[in-house]
């Protein structure tokens, strides 16, 4: 799959202000500082889609991007930045909350965590989480083009290990690096593959 056209449509804070739940969506989330801006721009072959920051927590709304009037790219808050007023936490966790299970057209989720430190708590949890609500997700590691100068160059094994103390398995993963777009086919690719199937069963319940 290619993408074509990409655009910044609306910003929530809500779920009931969100776009008709008419096509398939798919959620960036991750832990604040974790590259997921470049990471969005990376995919959707576009540098200034997603507004980049060096300051962690700047995303604080609900963000929806159109991909080729066919899907949703969902960009949502940072967890775990602990500089962010405990009241806008409890927010974001109930509209994080909300999003999650009570939006109905959502495919899967990309959980990003950074290749480049060692596993972190906030991460498993978030994890568990979505695997508690029975949210489909996928881990997408970020920022693999600086594991030459990480000290966490065993970074999948570690997070395996510590992954595994609560899951029979792993989920499926990707590793990229925004830099030099690694990853990005095989995320188009798994996109694709549910769009196909979600427009599919939209097909078959109509005939």
Known sequence: MEIYHAKYISSHTKLSQCPKPDRPEYAFIGRSNVG????????????????????????????????????????????????????????WREMIGDYF?????????FLLI????????????????MGENRVPFIIVFTKND???????????????????????EMPQYFITSSKQKTGRDGILEFIGSLNDQYYDYLDSIKE
């Open 146 to 168: 600086k594991k030459k100068s990480s000290k966490n160059k065993n970074f999948l094994s570690d997070f395996k290990k510590e992954f595994l103390k609560y899951w029979n």
């Open 101 to 109: 299970t009570k939006r109905p057209n959502i495919q899967c989720a």
């Open 114 to 129: 950074d290749s480049c430190i060692p596993p972190q708590e906030k991460d498993i949890e978030f994890a568990n989480w």
């Open 36 to 91: 997921k801006s470049s990471l969005i721009n990376m995919v959707c072959n576009n540098k200034s889609l997603a507004k980049t920051s060096s300051q962690p927590g700047k995303t604080q709304t609900i963000n929806y991007y159109d991909v080729d009037e066919d899907w949703y790219l969902v960009d949502l808050p940072g967890y775990g930045y602990a500089r962010i007023a405990q009241r806008t936490r409890q927010v």
